[in-house]
């Protein structure tokens, strides 16, 4: 007897636990496929001129979407997606929201998104936006469920710059003349010894051997007295505000050794701060499967050694096989540095164990390609 009620006892609990398992599952058997319907996604404005006041904090634009009817009570998530014109949503932005139905973006954020997908400041481009809605099971787990897509909306935006302002026209380059350096007052200087490096669009580099108690001046075109870069008032040796054409020299270090100059044509300013042999290199070779050479080494020269164009900035134009991989050497024959990066197309120079499995990709296909690394800016292009 005792047998028999245990059995009724163990049929009864699996027929809940089937029926429980059947009741959780029915708002999921009885969900439609979902629509925006006609409304769809809208945005508050279509033309969007762009502008920094109050710091970026103005709203620009809020988008808003209908919420979707699946019938049965479902936890609805909605993704926002911004692309550009010629996207095609495989990489768009996103932000996404447990239930909102409407995003609001400040003039600074959207201005960020506008630059990221490659507009251009002060000039009108074209980016698109759409809006998708999936349901997501109690787990959280992805459902069954179609993913709805909602239309796309473009939007005429023009971006403002982030770049700050100069105070003084930025010249397209800069030379650095006088008896503090090795050329004295030699106009032409040496190049590209006493060229500087341009690290961004307002600032330029240079690392330097200088002569202590001597004095130089900045040049924006070697071989020109016309125009120049000095000070009005009492020269610093760790430097201070330049003034075009200002009449006074500037003041070298007072010891003699390796310095580094940032001039910053937003703040109108030089510093001088003593420098270490090695933190910019003054030769540059490649070496790697990826080259004729291999990774035989020393590399062969002058095919496989970059043109110094400044003092930082480094090129060459190789062929390299794809698959393969490469480094940079500041010393031909010598292993002991090495510099490179992470990606086969640019990004931030690497040195010594910091690139990743010790080597650098090679492009995508085999080909002949123009490697450009700046050691002021700490980054590198290929193209």
Known sequence: MKRIVSKLIIGAAACLTVLSGCKRDLPQANLTAGSFGSAGLAATSTTLVLDSTGGGTKTAVTFNWPAINYVAKVSVTYTLQIDSASGTFA??????????????????????????????PTVSGTLK?????DVKQSTGAASAVPTVISNVVSLAVTPYSTIPKPIYPVPGALFLVGDATGGGWNNPVPVPVQQFTQIDPNTFGIVVQ??????????????????????????????????????????????SGL????VDFVKGTYTITAALPGDIPTNLYIVGDATAGGWNNPVPVPSQQFTQLSSGEFKITIALTTGKSYLWLPLN?????????A????????????????????????GTYTIDVNFFSKQYTVK
């Not at 130089?216 to 075009?244: E, I, R």
């Not at 640019?346 to 080597?359: C, E, I, R, T, Y």
């Open 129 to 133: 936006v759409r809006v998708m809605a």
């Open 91 to 120: 990489k768009p932005v996103t932000v996404t929201m447990a239930g909102g139905l409407s995003k609001t973006y400040t003039a600074g954020d959207f201005n960020t998104i506008a630059l990221g997908l490659g507009l251009t």
């Open 210 to 255: 200088l002569t202590g108690g001597k004095q130089f001046l900045m040049l924006p075109v070697n071989g020109d007295w016309s125009h120049k870069y000095a000070v009005t008032g009492t020269p610093d040796p760790a430097g201070g505000a330049f003034v075009p054409d200002a009449p006074n020299n500037m003041a070298g270090p007072v010891a």
């Open 343 to 366: 990606s086969a197309t640019g990004g931030a120079v690497l040195a010594d164990s910091q690139v990743p499995n010790s080597n650098t990709p090679a492009p995508g296909a085999s």
């Open 333 to 341: 024959g010598d292993w002991t540095h090495k510099y490179g990066g």
């Open 259 to 262: 310095y580094k100059i940032i």
